[in-house]
Structures are given as structure tokens and as C-alpha cells.
């Protein structure tokens, strides 16, 4: 199977913003471990529980399969999806993520559900964007949370502002298209055509039932506690002593300081926060440093084994999937 031609092009932007993405991920990476003690970074690797570690993994793995179930709840009133599917596109569209920059698997994971079900690439687009969005309400939400207890950056604090006013506006903006918009569609089901065909402001609108919100909700939450429970996991097998949280702390600050897309798997910038949130905790910057790269190798291992085999499974050449992300 290909992909459309006009996705083979490679605008001279996207080349720029790549460039950038590697170079801020340079720069990070030489504030972690530049000056860190060589015997305290590498006793840290010495000390580590293999029980908490196997723990930490499988909170990390059942992430993607609590994601494909959110996906399917958001593309229930749209279409009935293959549960399987969406883990499949999930898998590849995070493995993407994880080897190239700038997070180019979102569209190469909505493009393989459209091709593998009756949707359209709007509609599967539509329930990303709002799985952002979910996303970001929760992780604001632990954010703040986190804020009233521990003392954070102001630097950090006014960049989760400022996502919050733009989420707040996106949010205001997707309420009154439901509101509006959809007082002919509401009583459209999955099987009529019309649902469907439907583009991306009706998916928005086919999306917006308060009980499908409320669902995949849910489900977000979901989501967010396993990655907490994955970091404190991790935590406790490299021997530190710290509460839950703590690991929600850091995690979210990994995850504001994560936001805009940058260089692949986010590295660089993924050390520099998980660094500075450990920091916050009293741990040394050299067991920190070291800390940083296990969470990143534990978080990544997994998912690049299982992205790649649902990339050969796919039935797509990766050359093909790979052009999709030069458009």
C-alpha cells in the first residue's frame, strides 16, 4: 500500500524546525551532564530493584492499550472501530514519535485508522485533537494540584498558564461549535452515512455527547495515573524514598516541559525536566542525570520493540509510512 504522492513533498520549513528541534535537544543534553560526578551517575545504575523496574514497564505498556480504548470511545458515534486497530496505529504513530522529530506519527496514526476502517482522515484528525485536549485538561489539572504543595519554577508555572489559557480558549471555541453546530446532527448514529462522511468540525460536534466526553475522561485520568504509578515505580527501584506525589510532580513537569513537539522522543528536552523536577526533591543532578536516562530507556525500549512490530504487521513499508511525515 502507498500513500498519496502529494505527502512525498519536503517543505524546506519543516527541515528548519528539525534542525532547530536537534539543536535545543543538544544544548539540554550539555546542561544535564555537563559537571555531574561520574561515580555517583554511575552507581546509580548499580542500585537499581528489577521487581519495581517490571512493574514500572507494565504500568508503561497498558498506557497505549488505555489510549486505543479512549480513541475507540471518542470514534463510537462516528463509526465502530476494531480495538486492535487502535492499538495497532497508536503503537506506530508513538514509534514515529520516538525516531523522527517533531511528532509526525499523530498523522501517520490517524492516516492508518482512516485506511483500516470507514472513517474519514478528518474524522480520526478530529478525535485526536480532542484527545489532546482531554489530555491537557487533566495534565493542567495535576499540574496545579502538584503547585499548591511543591514549590515550582516560575518559568514553569507561567508556561502551564499560558497552555491553560490556550487550552481554555480551545475548549470555548469546540463548546460553542457543539452548541451550534450541532443541533441537526445530535441524533445521528453511527450507521448513518452521513455521520461517516461527516468532516472535521461535524466529527467535533458527532464527538461531543456529554456521555462520550465524559467516558473518555475517564479514561484520560486513566491514562495519566498509570504513567504516575509507572514513574514512582521507577523511583523505587532506583532506591529513592520519595511519595507518589512526588512522582506526579515530576511527571507532569516532564509533560509541560514536553509540550511543544521537539526532537525525537523528546530527548534532550525529557532529561532536562525530569533533571530539574528530581531537583526539586533534593536529589543530587548526578543521580538525577542517571535517573533520567533509565526513566527515558525504560519508557522508550518498549515502545520502539512493539512499534516496530506493529509497523512490519501494518502491511505498509516503513519507506512508504516514512513519507508520510515530509509533507
Given amino acids: ?46 542500585v537499581l530493584s528489577p521487581g519495581y523496574l517490571a512493574l514500572a514497564i507494565v504500568f508503561s505498556v497498558a498506557v497505549y492499550f488505555v489510549n486505543a480504548w479512549r480513541w475507540a470511545i471518542l470514534l463510537k458515534p462516528l463509526a465502530e472501530v476494531r480495538f ?3 492499538v495497532q496505529a497508536v503503537y506506530i504513530g508513538l514509534f514515529f514519535n520516538e525516531v523522527l522529530p517533531l511528532r509526525p506519527g499523530e498523522l501517520i ?9 470507514r472513517l474519514a482522515l478528518s474524522n ?44 481554555a480558549i480551545i475548549m470555548s471555541v469546540w463548546i460553542v461549535l457543539v452548541l451550534f453546530r450541532g443541533r441537526g446532527r445530535r441524533n445521528l448514529t453511527a450507521q448513518d452515512p452521513e455521520a461517516i462522511k461527516a468532516g472535521f468540525l461535524d466529527a467535533l460536534v458527532l464527538m461531543g455527547h456529554p456521555r462520550v466526553i465524559i467516558a473518555a475522561g475517564a479514561v484520560s485520568c486513566l491514562s495519566i495515573v498509570c504513567l504516575i504509578l509507572a514513574m514512582w515505580f521507577l523511583m523505587k527501584g532506583s532506591g529513592f524514598d520519595l511519595p507518589v ?39 543530587d543532578k548526578s543521580v538525577a542525570a542517571a535517573f533520567s536516562l533509565l526513566t527515558f530507556g525504560i519508557f522508550t525500549a518498549p515502545l520502539l520493540i512493539g512499534g516496530g512490530i506493529a509497523v512490519v504487521a501494518s502491511g505498509f513499508k516503513f519507506r512508504a509510512l516514512l513519507a508520510a511525515t515530509e509533507s
Fill in 1 to 46: 500500500m502507498q500513500l498519496p504522492r502529494r505527502w512525498t513533498k519536503r517543505p524546506k520549513q519543516r527541515r528548519l524546525l528539525a534542525g532547530l528541534a536537534y539543536a535545543v535537544a543538544a544544548l539540554c543534553l550539555l546542561w544535564v551532564f555537563w559537571g555531574i560526578d561520574l561515580h555517583s551517575f554511575i552507581h546509580q545504575f548499580e
Fill in 84 to 86: 486492535w486497530r487502535t
Fill in 109 to 117: 496514526r490517524c492516516y492508518l485508522l482512516s485506511r483500516w476502517s
Fill in 124 to 167: 480520526t484528525f478530529a478525535s485526536a485533537v480532542l484527545e489532546r485536549m482531554l489530555d491537557g485538561l487533566w495534565m493542567l489539572a495535576g499540574f496545579f494540584a502538584v503547585a499548591l504543595v511543591v514549590r515550582l519554577p516560575g518559568s514553569l508555572v507561567s508556561g502551564a498558564l499560558i497552555l491553560a489559557v490556550c487550552i
Fill in 245 to 283: 506525589a512526588a512522582a506526579a510532580a515530576v511527571f507532569l513537569i516532564i509533560r509541560v516541559g514536553t509540550v511543544i513537539p521537539n526532537a525525537p522522543g523528546n530527548l534532550g528536552s525529557y532529561q532536562f525536566f525530569c533533571v530539574l523536577g528530581m531537583g526539586l526533591f533534593g536529589v
